[in-house]
C-alpha cells in the first residue's frame, strides 16, 4: 500500500491511499482543484480514484463533496446516519453505506465509531496484503475496546490536535475550549502520545501526527510531547511527522 496526507487540519482534511487494485481517499474536506493538484504532484488522478470514505460531515472533512459528484463518479462511503444529513448524495448512484467493515477485493476497510461531537463519527484501519494503516482523528477519545484494531499498525495518521496550555490560555471562549478538550472534542498531543505509546508494535514504520491546530498547536509541540512521553514509556521509536494543512506528506510506501 502506498499512502499520502493532502492536507490535514482545521481548514480541511484529504489523504489518498492506493492499494494493488484501488486507489481511495479518506475525506475530501478542501476543493477539489487542491486535491487534483496535489495528486498530480504524486502522479495520481482525481479520476481513477474508486472509493472515497468520509469519517463525518463536519465541513472540514467533505468541503469538497458537493462540487465532487457533479464531474467524479466514485464510490461515496459512509454511515447511514452520514448518508440521511447530506441531502445532496440521496440522488447519487455510487453510495456505499457502511458499519463496521468495507471489503474491497484486496483490502479491508474496518470501520470503528469515535466521540466527535456530531451525529456519527467514524475511523478506520485499512488492510491490504498484510500491511495495515490506521487513519484516526477528531476523536475526544479511544474506547479501550478498539486498541486491538488499531494496534502494531504499519502506518499512523493519528490526531494530535492541540497543546491543553496553549488551548486554556488561547483566544477561544470557555465554551469552546471545554468543547475542544472534552470526551466529544479531539486528541491532546499529551492524549495522543499516550495512546499511541500503547498501541504501536514491531511493525510500525511512521506516525504521521494529524489535525493540529493552528491556534492552539505547533509542531514543535506536539513533536516534542510525543518525544517526552515515547522516553517515559521507554519506546525508542522517532520516524514521527506532522502533517500540514497546505502541504501534501510524501507518498510513503508498506
Known amino acids: 500500500m502506498k499512502v499520502c496526507n493532502l492536507a490535514s487540519g482545521s481548514e480541511g482534511n484529504v489523504t489518498f491511499v492506493e492499494t494493488a487494485h484501488h486507489k481511495i481517499l479518506l475525506d475530501l474536506g478542501t476543493t ?17 480514484v474508486d472509493y ?25 462511503c459512509l454511515s447511514p446516519q452520514m448518508f440521511s444529513e447530506l441531502t445532496f448524495l440521496q440522488s447519487y448512484e455510487n453510495i456505499i ?4 467493515a468495507v471489503y474491497l477485493d484486496d483490502v479491508t476497510i474496518d470501520i470503528f465509531k469515535t466521540s466527535h461531537d ?4 467514524r475511523s478506520f484501519v485499512i488492510r491490504s496484503e498484510g ?6 482523528t477528531d476523536t475526544g477519545f479511544i474506547n479501550q475496546k478498539n486498541f486491538k484494531k488499531i494496534a502494531n499498525a504499519d502506518i499512523y495518521l493519528f490526531e494530535s490536535n492541540h497543546d ?19 470526551p466529544y472534542g479531539h486528541l491532546s498531543n499529551k492524549d495522543s502520545s499516550i495512546y499511541l505509546a500503547k498501541i504501536i508494535g514491531p511493525n510500525t514504520q ?20 510525543i518525544k517526552e512521553i515515547f522516553a517515559e514509556y521507554e519506546i525508542n521509536f522517532s520516524d514521527i511527522i506532522c502533517a500540514k494543512q497546505n502541504e501534501r506528506t510524501e507518498l510513503y510506501e508498506v
Not at 477539489?32 to 481513477?48: G, H, P, Q
Not at 458537493?66 to 463518479?73: A, E, G, P, T, W
Not at 453505506?97 to 463496521?100: E, K, S, V
Not at 506516525?207 to 510531547?225: D, G, M, P, V, Y
Request: proline share 2%; no cysteine.
Open 52 to 76: 472515497i470514505f468520509i469519517t463525518h460531515v463536519h465541513d472540514d472533512h467533505i468541503k469538497a463533496l458537493k462540487n465532487y459528484i457533479k464531474k467524479y463518479k466514485g464510490t461515496i
Open 97 to 100: 453505506l457502511y458499519n463496521d
Open 118 to 121: 456530531t451525529s456519527d463519527s
Open 131 to 136: 500491511k495495515s494503516i490506521v487513519y484516526l
Open 164 to 182: 491543553i496550555e496553549m488551548l486554556m490560555n488561547g483566544p477561544y471562549p470557555k465554551w469552546l475550549k471545554d468543547r475542544v478538550a472534552g
Open 206 to 225: 511512521k506516525i504521521i501526527l494529524s489535525h493540529l491546530s493552528q491556534k492552539n498547536n505547533t509542531e514543535e509541540k506536539a513533536l516534542a510531547t
Open 32 to 48: 477539489v482543484k487542491y486535491i487534483k493538484e496535489k495528486l498530480s504532484e504524486i502522479s495520481a488522478n482525481l479520476s481513477d
